[in-house]
């Protein structure tokens, strides 16, 4: 009976500690977020402008029979991380520079937005799915595309912030952390320039 009184405190405890861990990583990643330096919060809110942009004019929703209203939600969502994340690039901190690598997450997540918020018979979902029923595509297909597009911009965003939230934190252990080998950097550094403290 002891044993078993102690189990349960034991999964209780442990259960605590990981809402409490999860807890504190979202919170750091929203004061990672506050602490951004003005340039990536422009750039933050310029990528999301434009991703908008490029979403709403590939996906049909400016022609004439318009879009469901929860369209312009998606796009909107879906714009906001894609600008985070892309805001993450700039300015970024030692050893969370941006590499090639990471660009393909958003343009994935972009494109799945695109197939999710596509209205009409020219559109790129149209073309995807020519076989299926109109009901099947917007009320099965589309809602997929879009939520699963929105979980890997989400994705993709909290990433690069525990990215950062690593190269900021000081490692204890000594050692270096994990090194992309087989991706360039996104903003290489010109040969002769050095962006750490000169010694």
Not at 60 to 80: E, Y
Not at 163 to 179: I, K
Request: hydrophobic residues 45%.
């Amino acid at each position: 009976m002891d044993t078993d009184n102690e189990i349960e405190e034991t999964v209780a405890s442990d259960s605590g500690r990981t809402k409490a861990g999860v807890r504190h990583q979202q919170s750091g990643d929203f004061g990672l977020l506050r602490r951004w330096r003005p340039v990536r919060r422009a750039g933050a809110g310029i990528a999301a402008a434009a991703a908008a942009a490029v979403v709403v004019s590939m996906n049909g929703m400016m022609s004439p029979t318009g879009a469901v209203w929860w369209n312009a939600v998606i796009v909107a969502a879906g714009s906001v991380l894609a600008g985070l994340v892309v805001g993450s690039y700039l300015d970024a901190p030692i050893g969370a520079g941006a590499t090639v690598c990471d660009t393909r997450w958003p343009l994935i997540g972009l494109t799945g937005l695109v197939i999710a918020t596509s209205t009409g018979q020219g559109t790129l979902a149209a073309h995807l799915f020519t076989g299926a029923a109109p009901v099947v595509l917007a009320g099965v297909i589309q809602p997929a595309f879009a939520f699963l597009s929105l979980a890997l911009l989400g994705w993709a965003l909290r990433e690069r912030l525990q990215l950062e939230r690593t190269a900021l934190t000081p490692s204890t252990g000594g050692d270096s952390g994990d090194v992309c080998t087989t991706c360039r950097p996104l903003f290489p550094i010109k040969a002769g320039t050095s962006r750490g403290p000169s010694t």
